[in-house]
């Protein structure tokens, strides 16, 4: 089901807002704790990515501690408000990774029962008739990433120069 997000790291993280934040709201330290460079990383890419940001930067005081700490300073808005709209766009990133994994998946398996039946019949059909069938499945206009194999169907995706007129 859906719980593969956010529930495989137990124990869940936690996230200290410090409960004043003075007169400059701009400026802010957030610890979470429970977490380290795999969520500090993201966190401050996405951050990074937002024009409000002016510094986002993240440490981890000792691999012994539990703890991450990140500095968000912004132009103007609110540091508490950039930060939980960019942790709201990393959480719609890992859904959109999610979805696309699982349609992958469920047209590999497709492409894998249609080799195993092929293999059942004798053989008759090339692997290139099944990669066909699987291409019509996903259309698309690109030269496939990897040749169409008996362990790996077409690509869902192409790259943009292709579609640019490139070769």
């Not at 077409?154 to 007129?165: D, I, K, T, V, Y």
């Amino acid at each position: 089901g859906d719980q593969w997000l956010g529930e495989m790291a137990q124990p869940r993280a936690e996230m200290d807002i410090p409960d004043d934040l003075g007169d400059d709201q701009t400026c802010a330290t957030f610890q979470f704790v429970n977490e380290d460079h795999t969520l500090g990383n993201v966190v401050r890419y996405m951050l990074m990515k937002n024009p409000d940001i002016e510094f986002a930067g993240y440490s981890v005081p000792h691999p012994t501690e539990n703890i991450m700490n990140l500095r968000v300073q912004t132009t103007e808005r609110p540091a508490s408000s950039v930060l939980a709209e960019s942790l709201t766009n990393l959480m719609a990133v890992c859904l959109h990774v999610k979805r696309t994994y699982r349609k992958a998946l469920r047209i590999h398996s497709k492409y894998q029962q249609q080799q195993q039946q092929q293999e059942g019949e004798g053989g008759g059909a090339s692997a290139a008739a099944a990669a066909a069938a699987v291409a019509v499945a996903v259309p698309h206009s690109c030269p496939p990433l990897h040749p169409p194999g008996p362990r790996w169907p077409p690509p869902l995706s192409c790259p943009p120069a292709w579609h640019a007129g490139g070769s």
